[in-house]
């Protein structure tokens, strides 16, 4: 698992190859990702927006920014959580993803980013 906390948020990300989903043949190699958001402050917040980077074996470079995760902006209470799971498409076996969210307080409406830890994509069999 990997996890960053960034004032009071922590985000904990574990990935999951699918093979049924992928082709090596065709180069598409598919991963889930399961994102888990535990607001450990003492302040309501709310998940504004996502930014991405994603970057496959040979380097290639791609960014995803848009507006909440899975199509909702989730009101995060002090002591709560918000899980939910997502997936990516790479053409080479291996990859890794980091970014950050947008993260607004409640009470006053400061905004901040909230960091996305770097993150590993890669069958389990390549780690034996």
């Known amino acids: 698992m990997f996890t960053a906390t960034t004032e009071g948020v922590k985000v904990?990300?574990?990935?999951?190859?699918?093979p049924f989903y992928s082709n090596a043949k065709q180069q598409n190699y598919?991963?889930?990702?399961k994102i888990h958001i535990e607001n450990e402050s003492d302040?309501?917040?709310?998940?504004?927006?996502?930014?991405?980077?994603?970057?496959?074996?040979?380097?290639?470079?791609?960014?995803v920014i848009?507006?909440?995760v899975i199509g909702v902006q989730p009101?995060?209470?002090?002591?709560?959580?918000?899980s939910y799971v997502s997936g990516c498409n790479l053409s080479t076996f291996i990859g890794k993803m980091y970014g950050i969210y947008v993260m607004e307080r409640v009470v006053d409406g400061k905004r901040f980013e909230v960091k996305i830890p770097e993150f590993m994509m890669s069958p389990p069999y390549l780690s034996n």
């Open 12 to 18: 904990s990300v574990q990935t999951e190859f699918q």
């Open 66 to 68: 848009g507006d909440g």
């Open 30 to 33: 598919v991963f889930s990702y």
């Open 75 to 82: 009101v995060i209470e002090p002591g709560e959580t918000h």
């Open 43 to 63: 302040q309501t917040v709310q998940l504004l927006s996502r930014h991405w980077h994603i970057i496959d074996g040979l380097g290639f470079h791609r960014e």
